[in-house]
């Protein structure tokens, strides 16, 4: 599998405030990103991803961003609310395979502090 | 019906005993998986299945013996486990058309090793 290291891995922010997210990914054939989230008792969920052919994708609060030259991509959360505290894990991949083999980067635990 | 549900939620088991997790989707999707997530790491890829063979093998011990008897049901069954193979067993799911897109989770097993 790819080398995936994402930072920070611990995040606090004051509700309101915004939280970035980067992942850094080793594999240049990548071209499936996306970020999911995982409450505490809970198996992740997808939250966002974006493919390689577009640069940003934005949904409601939550935004993702693509650097492909220098393999990273990010999540943007802005107006965090009490419910945005989870892990956050990226899950960069190839379509080489034909299925999602999904390798985990190393994880942020965000919290957002009323 | 978006669910991947496994049973049981919860199992302790000894060293000696056999067990089983079983992992259920309705979707229609033809990649299943099983990851284990120890606590505070992200979840890693044991095993996947692609119309119902199996496709990756993460170099995991035999004492963890996969079985997908239908493109619905994915089993994992447990012998002679160590203490240091507790961890919270997770499933997941995907199209598996040859384009990678959102993986489903279930919500996972709590397995504890005695």
């Known amino acids: 599998g790819e080398n995936v290291e994402q930072h920070p891995s611990t995040l606090s922010v004051q509700e309101g405030d915004s939280a970035v997210i980067k992942c850094t990914y080793s594999d240049s054939a990548s071209n499936y990103f996306p970020w999911y989230k995982q409450e505490l008792g809970k198996g992740p969920q997808l939250i966002i991803d974006?493919?390689?052919?577009?640069g940003e994708k934005k949904d409601q609060r939550i935004a993702v961003t693509l650097n492909k030259t220098a393999k990273h991509f990010s999540l943007h959360i802005t107006e965090t609310q009490p419910e945005d505290s989870a892990v956050y894990f990226c899950a960069p991949s190839s379509d080489q395979t034909g299925a999602n083999n999904l390798f985990f980067g190393t994880g942020t635990r965000l919290t957002v502090i009323p | 019906d978006t669910e991947v549900t496994q049973t049981p939620k919860h199992l302790v088991m000894g060293m000696t005993n056999k067990k089983s997790l079983k992992c259920e989707q309705h979707m229609g999707h033809r990649a299943m998986y099983w990851y284990k997530q120890k606590a505070k790491k992200p979840p890693e890829l044991m095993f996947v299945?692609?119309?119902?063979?199996?496709?990756i093998n993460e170099s995991v011990p035999s004492r963890f013996s996969p079985e997908c008897p239908n493109s619905s049901l994915l089993n994992l069954h447990l012998h002679a486990l160590q203490p240091e193979d507790s961890a919270l067993y997770l499933c997941?799911?995907?199209?598996?058309?040859?384009?990678?897109?959102?993986?489903?989770f279930g919500q996972g097993t709590r397995l504890t090793v005695v």
């Open positions: 974006i493919r390689s052919n577009v």
């Open positions: 299945y692609s119309y119902e063979k199996l496709s």
């Open positions: 997941a799911s995907s199209p598996n058309r040859g384009i990678n897109t959102e993986a489903f």
